[in-house]
């Protein structure tokens, strides 16, 4: 079970944050906080993965992390994931993220907060992994995006109709 | 229009701010506008502020105003209303507050929801936080939906059954026959969800493992289609078909098999194959190799399939990639002991990594090394432990100590080996030595009496050499150097800053010749340390009194 998923950069300002556990919010920045002076200490030749912090969980929790540029992936697993397959996993979701936004950058994930969230619940689902072709991923993505512009142009379009003067023709129009 | 525009405008805003408090204050005027927004009876621009009140809880500023906005938009008609609602309701709300029972009921509907992106929303947001009561509530209706729905639709329903599973205990023999026949899936999202399912209601019921051990050979054949099969363009990554469903149907065969021959035995082949078939030139294959070896370690297999394992360990130990050398160690670690041998012919390798750069490596491989240490292979064990202790991290360095001393103390082959061994520790690291130690240390170069000179002359270079918390120990039969040649040597180390006052009290032990103790020891009368000041007076009076019996007592 994946019990957070948490991203933020090399400065540990947060860019996304997930906890499948009930966390109060003061909490939750605590171990934003536990979580980023854990990771940012590491060099970059050691391996990665680091026993969890204290705040998190017990012994049978890890932190599972990436580092690219200047952001940081982190998963927060227990023993019934495998540590190698959650690697993979953040290589997935980082490619996933490189399709949808097209050379993913940081400034995506901070404008676009929202979307990533939409992207990362078609990849794991109440704390378990969902989907891992990236292709299946990207599609449904795709026509939930396509869902809801369709459904604001709807109203954009009904909204102009009902705005627009009588003419002798609009009875017409229905 | 979208959320993201309005909510775009103000992250700018936010990242304009120069300091935090600036920060601060344009976030205190962004949550009030939204504040007085969510009062309005119908606004069009609902979901933009929920997506800007989840940015800012996000940064760490409340957010709880919020949440009965999120029940509001979930029971909303529209689309993009109901996406960010739900998302919402995951971030903000919990079981325990009463909010998130007033969902129950759209959560209700929307799973019966005609668009499946409606009905996924539902899904998800129950599997995340669904309470005990909506779990029991909407059960029939997740088994419903993991029978006759599409793919998309049904993966969803399955990792939702493992949370109410979670939830309700007693829920789990419900799920059971729906996550049989899923197994007959061809789409793999469903087929892993199907297979976490599984496993979670095979971990929670004894009787239900049981159970799901006659589908072992649907399993083994899910398997072998995905190794042995050609190459196929939809599931391929870097080679390899699906790799993370290899991976989680390896995990759910380990508990099929866990103490049970039968199972073990019905799944030995594919092991083998799996084992032997998978390219370990790519990460992805390692994964699958690395569930492999686990689940073999872990069932009841034959020797060979163990052998097998091991020597899988052994050339991970090899890999350019350090995570693969680390997690390689943590599961040798974990088997030294039922796989001795096995893990013995790896040996080198272990050895070897004691010179990797990545500190963690370097435990691990340490403390293998220490538990790979056996009668016939000492010498050389201890050389490359002793190489290693001279160059090794700070924080390894007392563990790797106390770790050569116990295994020196079990295997040396002469008296005179273990204490050359003792004391190239005692010189090398000799500050990092756990004081317990230094007791049984002196105990044992006491009881080597006939090495007594030969401990002292080596005691005395190292004194001169070194001078830390080199123990000083049984002077009492010098023959060769010269009583004040070693007193002169003492007194320095008494006076060096460097040593610990134990090192003084012990020198303070063994001190024969009557007039330099005096006055050394008068010294030590005002001493700063107590202990040292005590030991002083005590000698002091000691020696005046029973002068004959001092070189008992000294001892």
């Known amino acids: 079970m994946i019990k957070a998923i948490l991203i933020f950069n090399n400065h540990g300002k947060p860019r996304l944050i997930r906890f499948y556990q009930y966390f109060a919010e003061d909490m939750q920045q605590q171990i934003i906080r536990e979580t980023f002076h854990l990771v940012s200490k590491r060099d970059d030749n050691v391996c990665n993965f680091l026993e969890g912090g204290s705040l998190i969980g017990g012994s049978d929790y890890k932190l599972i992390y990436r580092h690219y540029a200047t952001l940081y992936f982190v998963f927060c697993v227990d023993s019934s994931e495998s540590e190698l397959g959650i690697l993979d996993l953040i290589q997935v979701f980082v490619e996933t993220l490189d399709k949808c936004f097209e050379n993913v950058c940081e400034l995506d994930l901070i404008f676009h907060m929202d979307k990533v969230h939409y992207i990362l619940q078609e990849v794991v689902m109440g704390g378990m992994v969902l989907e891992t072709n990236m292709n299946e991923i990207v599609a449904q993505v795709e026509v939930q995006n396509r869902m809801e512009k369709s459904e604001s142009h709807m109203e954009r379009m009904l909204l102009r109709r009902h705005l627009e003067p009588l003419s002798p023709h609009s009875h017409e129009l229905g | 229009m979208s959320p993201s525009v309005p909510l775009q405008e103000m992250i700018r805003a936010i990242r304009s701010a120069r300091t935090q408090c600036e920060e601060r204050g344009v976030i205190q005027r962004e949550c009030a506008a939204i504040r007085a927004q969510f009062r309005q009876a119908d606004n069009g621009g609902r979901s933009h502020n929920l997506a800007k009140l989840l940015y800012v809880h996000m940064l760490g500023y409340p957010a709880h105003f919020g949440q009965m906005e999120c029940v509001r938009m979930i029971a909303s008609p529209r689309y993009s209303e109901k996406r960010v609602g739900y998302l919402g309701a995951m971030m903000l709300l919990d079981e325990k507050q009463d909010a998130s029972l007033l969902i129950t009921n759209s959560i209700k509907n929307d799973l019966s929801h005609s668009n499946q992106y409606v009905q996924s929303l539902a899904l998800c947001t129950l599997a995340c936080m669904g309470s005990a009561e909506m779990c029991r509530d909407l059960a029939p209706e997740i088994d419903r939906l993991l029978r006759a729905s599409n793919s998309y639709i049904k993966k969803k329903a399955a990792l939702c059954a493992v949370h109410i599973v ?13 996550a049989r026949s899923l197994l007959a899936e061809k789409n793999h999202g469903v087929l892993h969800g199907a297979v976490v399912l599984i496993i979670e209601l095979c971990e929670r019921n004894p009787e239900t493992l049981e159970r799901f051990r006659k589908v072992l050979p649907d399993l083994v054949q899910i398997m072998k289609g995905l190794v042995l099969s050609g190459y ?49 030139t790519k990460t992805v294959g390692n994964a ?18 163990r052998v097998l394992a091991v020597n899988i360990l052994g050339r991970f130990l090899l890999n350019n990639d350090r995570n693969i050398r680390y997690i390689a160690m943590t599961s040798l670690q974990k ?12 040996r080198g390798t272990i050895v070897d990594c004691l010179k990797d750069q990545d500190a963690s490596v370097k435990r691990r491989a340490l403390e293998l090394s220490l538990a790979l240490v056996s009668a016939s292979n000492v010498r050389s064990m201890m050389k490359e432990l002793l190489l290693f202790l001279s160059s090794c991290p700070a924080e390894l360095k007392a563990h790797a100590a106390s770790g050569i001393f116990n295994a020196a103390e079990r295997y040396a082959p002469s008296q005179r080996w273990h ?37 002292v002359h080596k005691l005395y270079r190292a004194l001169l050499t070194d001078i830390s918390q080199v123990s000083v120990s049984n002077q009492s039969e010098i023959r060769f150097v010269t009583e004040d040649d070693v007193l002169d040597a003492l007194e320095t180390v008494l006076q060096s800053h460097m040593s610990g006052p134990l090192t003084a009290c012990l020198s303070l032990h063994h001190f024969t010749t009557a007039s330099r103790i005096r006055s050394i020891v008068s010294i030590y009368g005002s001493c700063i340390d107590v202990e040292l000041q005590q030991r002083a007076v005590e000698y002091n ?3 005046k009194k029973y002068d004959h019996m001092r070189y008992a007592t000294a001892r």
């Open chain 2, 232 to 280: 196929s363009p939809e599931h391929d990554v870097a080679g390899i078909s699906d790799p993370f469903l290899q991976v989680r149907i390896l995990r759910l065969l380990r508990i099929l098999g866990h103490n049970n021959e039968g199972a073990s035995d019905a799944m030995n082949d594919l092991l083998a194959q799996v084992a032997t078939n998978t390219d370990s």
């Open chain 2, 166 to 178: 979670r939830k309700v205990h007693d829920l789990g023999e419900l799920f059971a026959p729906a």
């Open chain 2, 419 to 455: 204490i050359d061994t003792i004391l190239h520790v005692l010189t090398t690291a000799g500050g990092d030595v756990r004081d317990e130690t230094v007791p049984n240390l002196i105990q044992l170069i006491t009881n080597a009496s006939e090495l007594h000179c030969y401990t």
């Open chain 2, 288 to 305: 699958v190799l690395y569930e492999t070896v686990l689940t073999v370690l872990d069932i009841k297999s034959e020797s060979g399939l």
């Open chain 2, 335 to 346: 088997i030294v002991g039922t796989d001795h041998n096995a893990v013995q012919r790896h």
């Open chain 2, 541 to 543: 009076a000691l020696f």
